[in-house]
């Protein structure tokens, strides 16, 4: 059975950063993409960035050149660092793993306020 752990959301400043984690229960390279979406009060869940197996990455628009995705295969572990965050940053922050059908985590609290 899949599982997905995310953890390291947190309230901070704008400005601020943090980097979420999520392990998975099984090799990363068995998906064919990993990622993290996320979702605020109100709105659809959207996808923020996403790393296929081969390591090639997308970037929602809004995101290009603060956050970062990551991985570490050893550690069956994918990273989202986020930097410079900005209030709409706001959002519950689920990590998503894909193959025929679609995994998630239980999702990580990420506030930003001042």
């Known amino acids: 059975q899949v599982q997905l752990v995310e953890s390291g959301g947190d309230s901070v400043q704008p400005g601020g950063s943090l980097k979420l984690s999520c392990t998975t229960s099984?090799?990363?390279?068995?998906?064919?993409?990993m990622g993290w979406y996320r979702q605020a009060p109100g709105k659809q869940r959207e996808l923020v960035a996403q790393?296929?197996?081969?390591?090639?990455?997308n970037y929602a628009d809004s995101v290009k050149g603060r956050f970062t995705i990551s991985r570490d295969v050893a550690k069956r572990t994918v990273y989202l660092q986020l930097n410079s965050l900005k209030p709409e940053d706001t959002a519950i922050y689920y990590c998503?793993?894909?193959?025929?059908?679609?995994?998630w985590g239980q999702g990580t609290q990420v506030t930003v306020s001042s």
């Open positions: 790393m296929l197996s081969g390591g090639s990455t």
């Open positions: 998503n793993a894909k193959r025929i059908t679609d995994y």
């Open positions: 099984m090799s990363i390279l068995s998906f064919v993409s």
